[in-house]
């Protein structure tokens, strides 16, 4: 127990020093790139101050990872410098026992990294960006035009020249149904459509349906209308980016490009990699113990290169995984939890040959 509490005590300074100057140093960065427009615009500084505070919780998710790995490294490898390590495997302690406390810790802070990063960053990061668009004028409409969505596993297929979202209403729509072997049923044409709760209500709309080689016209049936059931949101102007909204909203974003029919790779992979990715708090503390005591000089500077250096490969080998997921050549989990299976088992044949 008193290993623990020393352990601790060497540790949590350093990290907690860490954390603080890398969100710091964040903070500062995001506030230089955007001075001059904050300055050019005559934003109030209690409406920039309110921008940097919301973009804390960010920046302290960025810097947990690299700051473990830097408080770990350098912990340990100043012990190996001043040779307490070694009194402490003379008793009879190995290093894997010794530093069981910061793994098990590392656990914790993994599974606190991915609630914190749904629940708070996902959301203040939001309100930062709605802010700082606001207060700049920069203003995103969510009307669409030239639209194809393909719904219901291809059944249906919609086509409009336009989409006005805050009338949620369709212009020029076409509706194309087909049958189970995908052969064309019938077609439908109104020039505006409106979403009344559940489905597309449809004004001077008529309806082609094949009978035979013969295409028959008629006004569009009540039937026909409920069958038009695509929500607003599909046709609405908002790519995603799945990294930066929550599991829940990641999840239904996915499910939606699903029913219509376009490509799901990337946003699958990223999906994944947000239950992955927290667990490289985990990862770096492992590599930081394998890397630990490789020099009794510079104990500083060399705990930082070889942090920076792993940091920075298990990034790379992220990038390009995700990469591969993205083009189809991996599956879209093996993209994400490959880097993570990959540098766990590097993890432990650095500590296996590790100085102990």
């Known amino acids: 127990m008193r290993f623990v509490i020393y352990l601790y005590r060497r540790f949590l300074p350093v990290f907690l020093g860490s954390i603080f100057f890398f969100a710091l140093v964040l903070v500062l960065v995001d506030l230089l790139m955007n001075l001059w427009s904050f300055i050019s615009q005559e ?28 408080a770990v490294s350098y912990t340990l490898s100043d012990l190996y410098a001043k040779n307490e390590l070694t009194a402490i495997f003379a008793s009879g302690v190995s290093l894997f026992q010794f530093t069981l406390p910061l793994l098990l810790l590392s656990l914790v802070l993994s599974f606190g990294l991915f609630v914190f990063e749904d629940r708070v960053v996902v959301p203040t990061y939001a309100k930062k960006t709605e802010l700082q668009d606001s207060l700049l004028n920069k203003t995103q409409s969510l009307n669409n035009d030239r639209i194809v969505i393909i719904a219901k596993q291809g059944h249906i297929v919609y086509k409009a020249d336009y989409y006005n979202d805050s009338q949620q209403q369709l212009s020029g729509l076409f509706v194309i149904f087909r049958d189970e072997n995908m052969e064309l049923q019938k077609i439908l044409r109104c020039n505006n459509a409106v979403w009344k709760e559940t489905y597309w209500e449809c004004s001077n709309a008529l309806e082609y349906v094949v009978e035979g080689e013969f295409m028959n016209s008629s006004p569009v049936s009540q039937e026909t209308m409920h069958l038009l059931t695509e929500p607003p949101e599909t046709f609405r102007n908002n790519t995603v980016d799945v990294e930066t909204v929550s599991v829940a909203e990641a999840k239904s974003y996915i499910a939606r490009l699903r029913r219509a029919g376009l490509p799901v790779a990337e946003a699958t992979s990223q999906y994944y990699k947000k239950f992955s990715f927290p667990l490289i ?31 920075v490969l298990f990034y790379v080998s992220q990038m390009v995984t995700m990469l591969l997921a993205q083009f189809g050549y991996v599956s879209p989990f093996v993209g994400a939890w490959f880097p993570v299976i990959l540098f766990i088992i590097l993890s432990i044949v650095l500590l296996k040959f590790a100085r102990t």
């Not at 708090?281 to 250096?309: A, D, Y």
């Open 43 to 70: 934003v109030a500084p209690m409406d920039i101050v309110r921008v940097m505070v919301l973009y804390i919780p960010k920046t302290l998710s960025f810097s947990l990872p690299l700051s473990i790995l830097f």
């Open 281 to 311: 708090v985990f990862i770096v503390v492992f590599l930081s113990i394998g890397l630990s005591g490789k020099t009794r000089k510079n104990v500083l500077l060399i705990s930082l290169v070889l942090c920076i250096m792993a940091a």
